[in-house]
């Protein structure tokens, strides 16, 4: 899949075909092949046990192949296969679907990875409540990405980046920390919120953030800082 969004789509995962060149046949075919192609797979193990973390990947892949080719009715099918919670981490479904007797740290990253991509996906397929859908993740998100977590971060990225673009009204509304940021429902949640202004704060968001918005934000900083028990 990742070849097919690197030569055809760009290198844009969020790309949908609709949006590509006139001159799509080429990827709509290579699409369609992979869709075809990932459902013999499961087909051929419809009637084997699967673990949480396998129906996870399923639903998934095959929501963000049909999302890439604007099929939102296939895309909503397989984003409701599985129910998913927002933390891997106090997910009971994980010990009870799996086969092993524990779970490894690989096998939750993994997992934790993957929720990220479907909320993203689900706010995608959510139409007009997508922005709902991405606050209640991020309100929920309790356990912060490693740096070795590369694709679980890239993710959380498009996932702040799609926020950004809704909340901004299309890049044409300035981000004040105090007025607009903090006043999101994720601000609740002070490691999102944390999160999401360093977002904001790279260069290449600089035109969506008002003048005053990294010195409020770094007053905000201080004082929580002041305000940790020693």
């Known amino acids: 899949m990742q070849l097919l969004i690197d030569n055809e789509f760009f290198q844009n995962e969020l790309l949908p075909i609709s949006l590509l060149s006139e001159n799509n046949v080429s990827a ?43 099929n939102f009715f296939e895309m909503s099918k397989y984003l409701n296969l599985v129910k998913v919670s927002y933390q891997a981490r106090s997910n009971n479904q994980i010990e009870t679907a799996s086969s092993a007797s524990s779970v490894s740290l690989n096998q939750i990253e993994f997992i934790e990875y993957l929720t990220t991509r479907y909320y993203v996906l689900f706010g995608l397929s959510a139409g007009n409540n997508g922005v709902n859908v991405w606050l209640e993740y991020l309100q929920n998100f309790k356990s912060p990405y490693n740096k070795s977590q590369v694709i679980a971060n890239h993710w959380l990225d498009l996932l702040f980046g799609k926020l950004t673009f809704e909340l901004s009204q299309r890049g044409t509304i300035p981000f004040s920390f105090i007025n607009h940021v903090k006043n999101l429902s994720l601000s609740k949640n002070k490691l999102v919120l944390i999160a999401f202004s360093n977002y904001l704060l790279r260069p290449e968001n600089s035109n969506i953030i008002n003048p005053s918005f990294k010195q409020d934000y770094t007053v905000f900083l201080t004082t929580e800082i002041e305000e940790m028990p020693p």
Do not use: F, G, R, V
């Not at 075919?29 to 075809?36: C, D, H, V």
């Not at 797979?41 to 080719?69: C, F, G, R, V």
């Open 28 to 70: 709509n075919e290579k699409l369609q092949q992979l869709i075809n192609y990932s459902n013999s797979i499961s087909l051929n193990y419809e009637n084997t046990p699967k673990s949480y973390d396998e129906k996870l990947y399923y639903a998934t892949l095959m929501s963000h192949l049909y999302y890439l080719q604007d």
